[in-house]
C-alpha cells in the first residue's frame, strides 16, 4: 500500500533558528545544598516519595537549579506522595512535571540538557565496533544463496 502525501523535499531543513543552545553539565552527582522535604502534617512521607526526592535531589543538572526550581521540585514531591497512596489522578500531573524537571533522558534532549562524562567528552551515542558491524555485501549473499 502506497503512503500518500507530500514526497520529502530534496532539500529539507529548518528554517527555524534554536532559541538557545545546549546546556552541558558534568554527570557526575549532584551533592551541593539541596532542601530535605517538609513535613508533611501528621503523615511521614511514603518511602517511594522519599526514593524519588533522593533520586532527583542528586540528579547532575539540579546544579543549574534556582529556588524557584527546588520549589517546583518540593512540590512536586507532594504528588508523588499522593499518587504513591493511591491517588493514580495525580498520574498526568506528574508526567508534565517530570518533564519540566528533566528527570529522563527524553526529558533532558527536550530541555536540551547534555551531560558530559568528567573528563570532558560529550555524552554520544556509543560507536559500535566495525568487526561486529556484518557487512551488507556478505547478507546479501549469504540471502540469496551465493557463495
Given amino acids: 500500500m502506497a503512503i500518500t502525501g507530500r514526497p520529502p523535499s530534496a532539500n529539507s531543513r529548518n528554517r527555524n533558528?534554536?532559541?538557545?543552545d545546549w546546556t552541558t553539565v558534568e554527570a557526575v552527582p549532584f551533592?551541593?545544598?539541596s532542601p530535605?522535604?517538609?513535613?508533611?502534617?501528621r503523615k511521614k512521607w511514603h518511602p517511594e516519595t522519599l526514593a524519588w526526592w533522593d533520586a532527583v535531589r542528586h540528579m547532575p543538572?539540579?546544579?543549574?537549579?534556582?529556588?524557584?526550581?527546588?520549589?517546583?521540585?518540593?512540590?512536586?514531591?507532594?504528588?508523588?506522595?499522593?499518587f504513591w497512596r493511591g491517588e493514580?489522578?495525580?498520574?498526568?500531573?506528574?508526567?508534565?512535571?517530570a518533564a519540566k524537571?528533566?528527570?529522563?533522558?527524553?526529558?533532558?534532549?527536550?530541555?536540551?540538557?547534555?551531560?558530559?562524562?568528567?573528563d570532558g567528552d560529550a555524552d554520544a551515542p556509543?560507536?559500535?565496533?566495525?568487526?561486529?558491524?556484518?557487512?551488507?555485501?556478505?547478507?546479501?549473499?549469504?540471502?540469496?544463496?551465493?557463495?
Fill in 126 to 147: 556509543p560507536v559500535p565496533d566495525a568487526a561486529a558491524v556484518t557487512r551488507l555485501d556478505e547478507r546479501r549473499r549469504r540471502l540469496s544463496g551465493g557463495a
Fill in 88 to 97: 493514580a489522578n495525580r498520574a498526568a500531573e506528574l508526567r508534565l512535571r
Fill in 17 to 20: 533558528p534554536k532559541a538557545y
Fill in 31 to 33: 551533592d551541593g545544598e
Fill in 61 to 82: 543538572h539540579c546544579r543549574l537549579w534556582t529556588d524557584t526550581d527546588w520549589r517546583f521540585a518540593m512540590e512536586t514531591a507532594v504528588l508523588v506522595d499522593a
Fill in 36 to 41: 530535605e522535604l517538609p513535613r508533611n502534617g
Fill in 101 to 118: 524537571l528533566g528527570l529522563t533522558h527524553e526529558d533532558r534532549l527536550k530541555l536540551r540538557i547534555r551531560y558530559t562524562s568528567p
